[in-house]
């Protein structure tokens, strides 16, 4: 009997399951919601869905019902966009939310498919809480898109920090931190903390933005920075989470010791200072928040009033430290220019009083920016503001017409006027565009009115004709001056445009930068702990190929090293060229075959004339050595060796000129140094002829110019009788050459100095001599 009712009890379950199936198959047409025909083609349907996408958009369209409209549309969209979901559609009537089993498998037991899926997953069957269309109406306030995020939450987080929660359709975690997420926002939003809620299953551009890529995640936004929740979704972590996004400098502790020193920064900060004194050890979160809302215009302090070393600072501004007193200082010190009290101090009553207090009594400009919020520009005849400047400079000589100034703005606070003053040496274009007469004025303080008429920075201003000292009579001639002004507008009679003021208090660009690197620095650390692998990738592949590269190079220039080691042959050091044989213009260091590098000197002819001197690209030096036929083996060899470490430039070529065959050459090119005279009694075989061998000269064929080498003179420069051969002349020794033979060593001292001439030469402090064009070489 019992088998028998549970036969009929299983029975009727299949049966509302199949009745409620079609119905909701019948509820949601796709066709109909867009608007077309089972015929339609992928065009009229993209078609149809952009134009009601338009017109429903949550963002452009303020019904109510809009959003759940557009829902539609975007599900009707997808799934008729799909073929596969489209045909499904049409055949069972399966919207095709779910595809949780492969096609083959729905092909094999296609009488059964309709029913096993609607019977696992099928919403509308268990009627779960997190069906898109039964989503929890307080989520809905907060729910987010792209272009709401761009445009309105991300300017805004500026002035406050948002908490967003990024959630999805079946997402069982999301139920489960909902009565969290609940008390949280019902906390938070009471104290200024902006609330989002982004839906990943509709708005997936915006949860890809985020870089969020499972559901739930929490994250916070402040200053246009992204940082996740890792920890419990407990309402203390949370809250904690919010607290930490908050930079940790907005509120300084307050005791007797350090207050003076506080409410006196006034003037080097140009803000109001704000303290209050509550009985919480603790800076209440509210007051933070607030602290950061305000950090532009306000400078914040917070009093324990429990703790000790606070007695007179209580004592002295009469604090009830049963009741959260705020204070608001502005140029004086020892008394508040406006003071709250309230056992409850709520948001709103914290903004108004703010609000009203944002600036000094007589601030001082030193941005553009504060320039137009303290002088809006001129909006209509009933809304004039006028904006009564004093024109001063800084330190002790203009402090008495300041104080002036100061008391005559306490005595005359009205709802058109604002006091400003501005700093003549911070911001000189303003003072000399206002004022006509600087001779007069100079300096002295001078006093301007002004109304700013558009953003452009056109203004009409009246400057009084005497400069400011802050005389009783120059008191009444403002004073008078602003009486006729609310009854004629027209006395503002000049006209003329200001430029924009400098930024006085903005960092440096080391310190923007210093500051750009940290927060970079602190991002990359925060993600090599939290974030997951799919975020770290493109930064762990950059790294690692980064490596790869170095370590490759280094692993190839050392095996290249060793082969070009192993390859060399070894030195022949008893072996002499034929006498007739062609001279090598390649040298290294010890005159034996190079290893690695060698200097390669050409001969400078008139087929290489060109490209090594006329046409030399720009920054491009050729170092030319004069020599003979004699005189060429030994100077070479001494060339080579003097300039070898000067190789590795790579503006620098060498060459050298014959004497025999460009003589007349050298001769008109030298006519243009100072001082060429040759070396006296040393003659070559030319007997009448200037012995110009061992002259070096540094061509710079582009700016045409040269520097001059001249070699030192024999008599200082002679060796002693028995001084052996350098280094590089015992090959030639031992072959029985005369390289080594006095005469040898002697036209090789020639260029003795010639190292130290071509560091001078890479300093730029030689001489240079100018020619007016480089004569041709034949």
């Known amino acids: 009997m019992e088998m ?134 307080s989520d809905e306030k907060y729910l987010l898109h792209f272009s709401h995020y761009i445009n309105e939450i991300l300017p805004d987080s500026f002035r406050k920090p948002y908490l967003i929660k990024i959630t999805s359709d079946w997402c069982f975690s999301c139920i489960h931190i909902e009565p969290v997420w609940k008390e949280v926002v019902q906390e938070l939003e009471g104290l200024g903390v902006g609330i989002g809620v982004v839906h990943a299953g509709y708005e997936r551009r915006l949860a890809h933005h985020l870089g969020a890529h499972s559901t739930p995640s929490i994250l916070g936004l402040i200053n246009g920075k992204i940082t996740f929740f890792h920890n419990a979704v407990v309402r203390e ?146 809304q004039r503001k006028y904006c009564v400047v004093l024109i001063t400079g800084e330190g002790d000589k203009y402090t008495v017409s300041y104080e002036a100034f100061l008391a005559f703005a306490l005595a005359n606070t009205k709802d ?55 005389s009783e009579e120059d008191n009444f001639i403002l004073l008078d001056l602003l009486d006729q002004l609310r009854t004629d507008p027209g006395i503002l009679s000049s006209d003329t445009v200001l430029p924009d003021l400098n930024d006085e208090l903005a960092p440096v660009f080391f310190l923007r930068w210093i500051y750009s690197a940290i927060d970079y620095i602190s991002d990359t650390w925060d993600s090599l702990f939290h974030s997951n692998w799919r975020e770290m990738m493109p930064l762990l592949s950059l790294i690692f190929s980064a490596l790869f590269i170095l370590f490759g190079t280094v692993i190839v220039q050392a095996f290249s090293d060793s082969s070009d080691e192993r390859d060399s042959p070894p030195a022949k050091k008893d072996e002499n060229p034929p006498k007739g044989e062609k001279n090598d213009t390649s040298f290294t260091k010890d005159n034996r075959i190079p290893k690695k590098g060698f200097v390669e000197v050409t001969e400078l002819t008139d087929i290489t004339y060109t490209s090594n001197l006329v046409r030399l690209r720009p920054g491009h030096m050729n170092v030319v050595l004069i020599l003979s036929n004699p005189t060429k083996t030994p100077l070479l060899q001494k060339f080579a060796l003097e300039v070898y470490t000067f190789t590795g430039s790579n503006c620098l070529h060498f060459s050298f000129l014959n004497l025999d065959k460009h003589r007349e050459w050298l001769e008109y090119v030298l006519e243009f140094a100072q001082d060429a005279a040759p070396i006296p009694n040393q003659y070559d075989k030319h ?90 070489l034949d």
């Not at 009745?19 to 867009?34: E, G, H, K």
């Not at 759940?68 to 049409?90: M, T």
């Not at 049963?322 to 709103?348: C, L, N, S, W």
């Open 4 to 137: 028998k009712r549970l036969s009929v009890s299983l029975v009727v379950v299949l049966f509302l399951v199949l009745v409620l199936q079609i119905l909701s198959a019948v509820d949601f047409d796709p066709y109909r919601i867009l608007g077309i025909s089972r015929t339609a083609s992928q065009a009229d349907i993209k078609k149809a869905y952009k134009k009601l996408a338009r017109e429903w958009h949550p963002d452009k369209n303020k019904d109510p019902g809009a959003e759940d409209k557009f829902i539609q549309i975007s599900k009707a969209y997808e799934i008729l966009s799909n073929e596969e979901k489209r045909l499904n559609f049409d055949r069972y009537g399966d919207v095709g939310e779910n595809q949780g089993y492969p096609h083959q498998q729905q092909s094999q037991h296609r009488p059964f498919h309709h029913f096993h899926e609607s019977f696992y997953f099928d919403e509308s069957f268990f009627h779960f809480p997190f069906n898109s269309d039964r989503r929890d109406s």
């Open 237 to 382: 972590n949370l809250r904690q989470f919010v607290e930490s996004l908050l930079p940790g400098n907005l509120v300084e502790k307050i005791t007797d010791k350090n207050y003076v020193k506080f409410l006196s920064n006034w003037k080097k900060e140009n803000k109001p200072h704000v303290l209050l004194f509550d009985h919480m050890p603790l800076v209440p979160l509210l007051y933070k928040l607030t602290a950061f809302a305000y950090r532009d215009y306000l400078s914040f302090g917070y009093v324990y009033v429990g703790l000790r070393g606070t007695e007179e600072l209580s004592s002295q501004y009469n604090i009830n430290v049963y009741t959260p007193t705020m204070m608001v200082f502005k140029e004086h010190v020892d008394k508040p220019a406006d003071v709250i009290q309230a056992r409850g101090m709520k948001k709103q009553l914290i903004d108004d009083f703010l609000s009203q207090n944002k600036f000094l009594m007589a601030s001082r400009l030193t941005s553009q920016k504060l320039f137009q919020e303290l002088c809006p520009a001129k909006k209509s005849h009933r």
């Open 416 to 470: 058109t006027l604002r006091f400003v003053h501005i700093y003549s040496n911070y911001q000189p274009q303003f003072g000399h565009t206002l004022l006509t007469d600087d001779e007069r004025f100079h300096g002295k303080s001078a006093v301007v009115i002004l109304e700013r008429r558009n953003n452009a920075g056109r203004v009409v201003y009246k400057a009084l004709d005497e400069p400011w000292s802050g």
């Open 687 to 776: 007997f009448l002829e200037r012995d110009y061998t061992g002259y070096v000269l540094a061509l710079n064929g582009h700016k045409k110019y040269f520097c001059l080498f001249k070699p030192r003179k024999s008599e200082e420069d002679g060796d002693a009788p028995g001084m052996p051969c350098d280094e590089s002349d015992l090959g030639e020794v031992r072959g029985k050459s005369s390289s080594c033979s006095p005469g040898a060593r002697l036209v090789k001292n020639k260029l003795n100095k010639l190292s130290l001439w071509m560091e001078r030469l890479l300093e730029g402090s030689l001489q240079r001599f100018y020619i007016p064009l480089w004569p041709a």
